[in-house]
């Protein structure tokens, strides 16, 4: 699906990407660090399809360029209005909000099936929330916010068609085939 690309006015731009660094002040090298780390201790499932898409961006949301904020919120300090997992600066000049979800495909029964309806239904709903609350806060037109859903199941694809919301997603066993290949790369390179 392709999107009309708009730009922010390098005012808009430049404030919101100076209140980024305040808040989220580590460089680029230092999150990378961070993910990897994640790779090789992954205790937490959700924070490993995070360190995914962190070390794939440009493979899954190629337009991304920089990422801004990670698990911050984008509206100052009230993080009850909630936090957003990904704020990446675009390529063309517009920011790229991505919610993560890690949803549980592979448990079975009538349970499980309305458990992932319900987190597939809830990221949606986080991505276009933190839009608005975005938008109302900056000041900042909403065509300059793309919005981004990354799970593990790729039943949620044509439900971003409809809410104008980019999907990705890779299945459970590819991300842990993806940790077991990476995390070796990691281990064997640090040898050397």
């Given amino acids: 699906m392709r999107m009309k ?18 808040i989220q002040p580590q460089s680029q090298l230092d999150i990378r660090r961070f993910f990897e780390g994640v790779v090789c201790f992954p205790y ?5 399809l995070q360190a995914y898409l962190f070390l794939n961006i440009h493979n899954l949301f190629p337009s ?19 936090k957003c997992d ?15 979800k890690f949803i ?35 000041d900042i037109q909403k065509e300059y916010l793309t919005c981004g859903v990354f799970t593990t199941d790729a039943d949620v694809s044509w439900r971003g068609n409809s809410m104008n919301v980019v999907t990705q997603s890779i ?11 990476y995390y070796s790369q990691l281990f064997i390179g640090n040898r050397e």
């Fill in 64 to 82: 991304c360029s920089e990422l801004l904020l990670f698990e911050k919120s984008p509206i100052a300090d009230y993080t009850d209005l909630g």
């Fill in 104 to 138: 549980d495909t592979e448990a079975t029964g009538a349970t499980e099936r309305k458990r992932r309806n319900k987190h597939r239904n809830k990221v949606f709903e986080q991505v276009m929330t933190l839009k608005s609350r975005f938008s109302e806060y900056w």
């Fill in 171 to 181: 299945s459970i066993e590819n991300l842990e085939q993806w940790r077991r290949q």
């Fill in 86 to 100: 990904f704020v990446y600066l675009t390529t063309t000049g517009s920011l790229f909000l991505i919610e993560t």
């Fill in 44 to 48: 937490d499932k959700e924070l490993l």
């Fill in 5 to 22: 690309q708009y730009y922010m006015t390098a005012d808009e731009l430049n404030k919101f990407v100076s209140y980024c660094r305040k």
